[in-house]
Nanobody, 124 residues
Framework: VQLQASGGGLVQAGGSLRLSCAAS????????MGWFRQAPGKEREFVAA????????NYADSVKGRFTISRDNAKNTVYLQMSSLKPEDTAVYYC??????????????????WGQGTLVTVSS
């Protein structure tokens, strides 16, 4: 499967961004999808996950209430709407497919497919 993430950029604290990840090469609707992020010098960490139908979601505590994950199975695309951004949200954001524990997956080691990453920088 190929995952192409886009939408990253520079934003001021308190601002918003929407990331997109277009998938190809595999039946998109069969995969639980997610977003992870990696800040400089830190391990890749879980951000959000969404079930195959979109009916179930899971979020890291650090983004709960500020980020929203969604998907459009007709467009083979998963989104991450980020609001009230903070400088600590600065990281490379990675799209993930086929999470081994479904929406409960919170470790990078249970992800089977990765996108190339898109950089989000939040200035204070």
């Amino acid at each position: 499967v190929q995952l192409q993430a886009s939408g990253g950029g520079l934003v001021q604290a308190g601002g918003s961004l929407r990331l997109s990840c277009a998938a190809s090469g595999r039946a998109f609707s069969r995969d639980v999808m997610g977003w992870f992020r990696q800040a400089p010098g830190k391990e890749r960490e879980f951000v959000a996950a969404i079930s195959r139908s979109g009916g179930s979601t899971n979020y890291a505590d650090s983004v709960k209430g500020r980020f929203t994950i969604s998907r459009d199975n007709a467009k083979n695309t998963v989104y991450l709407q980020m609001s009230s951004l903070k400088p600590e949200d600065t990281a490379v954001y990675y799209c993930a497919a086929d999470l081994g524990f479904g929406v409960l997956t919170t470790t990078q080691y249970e992800v089977n497919y990765w996108g190339q990453g898109t950089l989000v920088t939040v200035s204070s």
